[in-house]
């Protein structure tokens, strides 16, 4: 993956600060630009300590989701991306979709609040490296940094 060109890119993309909109292209952009992904969407705090699905692609998902379960909860709580190699050995993961075997959900904080979650399923085992995390939390940044996020709670 080419980190530079595709932070570009979604800036590029990103051309106006609505969170909406902007939250739907940026998992459009991530799903369609980044290869062996089943599942790409935002989880946003909407209540406190819950994440409510918001805009992703692939097959419907769970919701909501507290803070207490799953690897989107771990990545809320402790504000820190998870990185999971073996979705089967992380306790308390949540299965929505069969298929996935790793996963990567990175934390969206705003102004000091935790807004949501980028949350992104691939069925590969071990399908995110190092530098995948990196390339997909710059991608956050761009996201953070060209929309106005409404904080819900
Ligand atoms: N697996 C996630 C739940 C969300 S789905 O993957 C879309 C979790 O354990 O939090």
């Known amino acids: 993956m080419d980190s530079t060109l595709l932070t570009r890119q979604l800036e590029a993309l990103l051309d106006s600060d609505d969170w909406l909109t902007n939250s739907a292209q940026t998992v459009a952009f991530i799903h369609t630009n980044i290869a062996s992904l089943n599942w790409t969407g935002f989880?946003?705090?909407r209540s406190p300590q819950?994440?409510?699905l918001g805009p992703?692609?692939?097959n419907p998902a769970c919701n909501p989701i507290p803070f207490s379960k799953g690897v989107c909860g771990a990545a809320a709580t402790q504000r820190r991306t998870?990185?999971?190699a073996d979705v089967h050995a992380f306790p308390g993961h949540i299965a929505c979709?069969?298929?996935s075997r790793s996963?990567?959900?990175i934390p969206i904080v705003s102004e000091g609040q935790l807004w949501g979650v980028l949350d992104i399923d691939s069925p590969l085992p071990e399908r995110f490296?190092?530098?995948d995390q990196a390339t997909i939390e710059a991608l956050c940044e761009v996201f953070i940094n060209?929309?106005?996020l409404p904080l819900f709670v």
């Open 43 to 45: 989880y946003l705090q």
């Open 50 to 52: 819950l994440l409510t």
């Open 56 to 58: 992703f692609q692939g």
């Open 82 to 84: 998870q990185r999971v």
């Open 97 to 99: 979709d069969s298929a």
């Open 103 to 105: 996963e990567l959900v």
């Open 129 to 131: 490296s190092e530098e």
């Open 146 to 148: 060209a929309t106005r």
